[in-house]
């Protein structure tokens, strides 16, 4: 079956600007987190959408929003773009709302901001 | 702050040594899960440990929970270069889930 999809894999964009990323779980799946993964930070927690509800978040400023549609397709939004935002964006589905579930990841979005 | 602090951060070695890798936390977790990311890629979970004292073993790599549930450890036996790779412990606290800062695993042919 499928993996998990997420587009696109490369975006360069321009400080202050806002992005917006894709993810498309595996078929049958509700639960979409995302990460961020940065040389200095490693891979750090988001936030989990189930059903369409955001049901947990990590700690990160109100800049970094998502949403989750009905289809559990999600999409992660980045408003006014700091350099220190580029990083590989990854999301992972799950078939539960449990953070324990197993999660299948994507290959991530690569971001650069300059 | 780091929950899950991993050692080594990095690690190359020979093919056919045997080698162990550490995630430590002051906290304790209901259960820690062990991926291993190759370049391009996203994290691939090897496995979930659930009770304290466990052990797993998935062919050349032995997976532990420590008694407390704070630490975890994995050890892989007679490397090979496929095993190289980043390694990274993950456990859930606090309605997040977190990552352990990772050890780079190269093994040399």
């Known amino acids: 079956k499928a993996g998990v999809t997420q587009t696109p894999r490369y975006l360069i964009k321009t400080r202050g600007q806002q992005v917006t990323l894709s993810c498309s779980p595996i078929s049958g799946h509700r639960s979409v987190s995302w990460y961020q993964q940065t040389p200095g930070q490693g891979l750090q927690f988001l936030f989990e959408y189930f059903s369409e509800t955001q049901r947990n978040k990590g700690n990160f400023p109100g800049r970094f929003s998502g949403r989750q549609f009905s289809n559990s397709r999600s999409e992660m939004n980045v408003s006014t773009l700091e350099l220190g935002d580029s990083a590989l964006y990854l999301c992972a589905s799950s078939l539960r709302a449990s953070l324990n579930t197993e999660a299948f990841f994507g290959q991530g979005t690569r971001l650069t901001v300059v | 702050t780091q929950l899950l602090e991993q050692s080594p951060q990095f690690l190359s070695i020979q093919e056919g040594e045997n080698l162990t890798v550490y995630c430590n936390s002051s906290?304790?977790?209901?259960?820690l899960q062990w991926y291993r990311q190759e370049p391009g890629e996203g994290p691939v979970l090897l496995v979930t440990?659930?009770?304290?004292?466990e052990v797993k073993k998935l062919k050349r790599l032995t997976f532990q929970f420590g008694d407390a549930r704070k630490d975890s450890s994995l050890h892989i036996t007679a490397a090979q270069p496929g095993d190289t790779g980043l390694y990274l412990c993950a456990g859930e606290g606090g309605n997040q889930f977190y990552f352990g800062t990772g050890t780079s695993l190269t093994v040399i042919p």
């Open positions: 440990v659930v009770t304290g004292g």
């Open positions: 906290s304790v977790f209901s259960s």
